[in-house]
């Protein structure tokens, strides 16, 4: 049966080869919005404004904290027109680093997922728009931080994602030549990924507002099991010249 115009095209999913594999957080590994919704309502209601709903703040989440708010305010029109900005930030990112946990969870499988790969012979790295205090206090507190050879938030490389430079400082700090592949959500992981000549893989139950299907990646998911067939073919055959 031909596809219905407009319906984005199947995507392939070949083993890729990689040494290294390098994850967003927010939408990928993590599922932040709950904590996230809660810091952003919390600074829109104190600065006189109305509250979003979660489904609303799900595709607000993706290119950092400013970002957010910036959306948060531009969601509430005129009621926030003269919003401080910088007050707004400096208390979501407050309120934020005390709840950071208070509802996020690991989507499921992660942790399992993580060590698989791990022991496969893959090297993990994390590459997020996130603060890097914030993004390693999220890590600590849901205990999957063991499992990054490398962690680099937002404001610990010269640039942040879509940057091709904040993608270059986690394969520098993961210190491992090779082939690495990006998983993540978002347009802007596709963008960091390509300027990068990486292939990116997108889970489909991210925060993207555009479906993952249609954002142009190698492969998609819809479980982060199934990153161990597209992986582990290739970390296992390493040894044999693959």
Same mark, same amino acid.
């Not at 319906?7 to 994850?23: E, G, Q, Y």
């Not at 029109?77 to 680093?97: K, P």
């Not at 937002?154 to 030549?177: C, N």
């Not at 990068?196 to 479906?211: A, E, K, Q, T």
């Given at each position: 049966?031909?596809?219905?115009?407009?319906?984005?095209?199947?995507?392939? /999913?070949?083993?890729?080869?990689? &040494? &290294?594999?390098?994850?967003?957080?927010?939408?990928?590994?993590?599922?932040?919005?709950?904590?996230?919704? $809660?810091?952003?309502?919390?600074?829109?209601?104190?600065?006189? *404004?109305?509250?979003?709903?979660?489904?609303?703040?799900?595709?607000?989440? *993706?290119?950092?904290?400013?970002?957010?708010?910036?959306?948060?305010?531009?969601?509430?029109?005129? #009621? /926030?027109? @003269? !919003?401080?900005?910088?007050?707004?930030? +400096? =208390?979501?990112? #407050?309120?934020?680093?005390?709840?950071?946990?208070?509802?996020?969870?690991?989507?499921? *499988?992660?942790?399992?997922?993580?060590?698989?790969?791990?022991? !496969?012979?893959?090297?993990?790295?994390?590459?997020?728009?996130?603060?890097? +205090?914030? =993004?390693? =206090?999220?890590?600590?507190? %849901?205990?999957?931080?063991?499992?990054?050879?490398? %962690?680099?938030?937002?404001?610990?490389?010269?640039?942040?994602?879509?940057?091709?430079?904040?993608?270059? $400082?986690?394969? &520098?700090?993961?210190?491992?030549?090779?082939?690495?592949?990006?998983?993540?959500?978002?347009?802007?992981?596709?963008?960091?990924?390509? =300027?990068?000549?990486?292939?990116? %893989?997108?889970?489909?139950?991210?925060? &993207?507002?555009?479906?993952?299907?249609?954002?142009? !990646?190698?492969?998609?998911?819809?479980? /982060? @099991?199934?990153?161990? +067939?597209?992986?582990?073919?290739? $970390?296992?055959?390493? *040894?044999?010249?693959?």
């Amino acid at each position: 049966m031909k596809p219905r115009p407009g319906k984005p095209k199947p995507l392939m /999913l070949p083993p890729f080869r990689a &040494s &290294s594999v390098i994850f967003d957080l927010d939408g990928t590994l993590v599922d932040t919005a709950p904590d996230l919704t $809660a810091a952003l309502n919390h600074v829109l209601l104190a600065a006189g *404004g109305t509250p979003l709903a979660p489904h609303e703040v799900r595709h607000m989440v *993706g290119q950092g904290a400013r970002a957010l708010i910036e959306r948060g305010i531009a969601a509430n029109g005129d #009621r /926030l027109a @003269d !919003a401080d900005h910088e007050a707004m930030l +400096a =208390a979501f990112l #407050r309120y934020y680093a005390t709840h950071i946990a208070d509802y996020g969870r690991p989507f499921d *499988g992660a942790a399992a997922v993580l060590q698989r790969l791990a022991a !496969a012979g893959l090297q993990l790295g994390i590459c997020t728009n996130k603060p890097q +205090a914030l =993004a390693l =206090a999220l890590l600590d507190a %849901i205990g999957l931080r063991h499992h990054f050879a490398a %962690i680099v938030g937002a404001d610990a490389a010269p640039e942040k994602k879509p940057h091709p430079a904040h993608l270059t $400082a986690v394969l &520098s700090a993961l210190g491992r030549d090779g082939p690495a592949v990006m998983v993540g959500d978002s347009p802007t992981d596709v963008a960091a990924a390509r =300027a990068c000549g990486m292939p990116v %893989i997108l889970v489909d139950y991210g925060y &993207s507002r555009v479906p993952a299907a249609a954002l142009g !990646a190698d492969a998609v998911i819809s479980r /982060l @099991d199934a990153l161990e +067939a597209l992986l582990c073919p290739m $970390a296992a055959r390493k *040894g044999e010249g693959a």
